[in-house]
C-alpha cells in the first residue's frame, strides 16, 4: 500500500509542479508585454447618451474618415447621385448636332496604364472591372522593351472619351486618350 501512496503523491506533485508553472509562466508574459488584465474592464462607459443638437450637425467620426481614398461619408457619397431621364427619341432629334462631333471614322481609345509587367497590367484591369469598366491588355515591344498597355475603347468620339477619361481620373488613375490611326 505504500507503494501505491507514494505512486499518487508523485502525480499530485507533478500536476501541482505544472500548474505553478502554468501560472508563473503566464504571469510573466503579462508583465514584460505590458499587456492588460484579461476580464478587468479599463475603459469607462459613458453614462448619458449624446446629445444630437450639440453637435450642430456635424460628424464626430469625420477625424477617422481617410481624406485621400474616402474623402467623404458613404452617406454623403450616397446623396450626391443624381438621376437622369433618358431622353425620348423626338427629344434626341431636337439637339443640335455639333459638327466636332459628327463621327468622321476617326476612333479614340483610353490608356489607363502601361507596364512592363503583365501582372500590374492585370491588377488595373482588374480594378477597372470593380468600376464597371472592360479592359484589354495588349502587349507591345518598341525598341526592346515589351510594355503591358491596358486600354479602354474604342469609342466615336473624342467627347465620349474625355468623360470617360475624367471619369478614370477621378476614380484615381492615370489614364489619357489617345487618337487611333
Known sequence: MAANQK????WLGAMLGVLVGCIACAALALFITNAPIPFVEKVQKQSTPVDAAALDGKDP??????????GTPADDALSAIKTVEAPTAHQRADEPVNAAEQNTGESYSIQA???RNAKDAEKIR???????LEADVVKSTDAGITLYRVFLGPFDTAREANELQQRLTSNGFDAMVIKNK
Open 113 to 115: 496604364g502601361a507596364f
Open 126 to 132: 482588374t480594378e477597372l472591372a470593380f468600376i464597371a
Open 61 to 70: 467620426n469625420a477625424a477617422l474618415y481617410d481624406s485621400g481614398t474616402r
Open 7 to 10: 505512486k499518487g503523491s508523485f
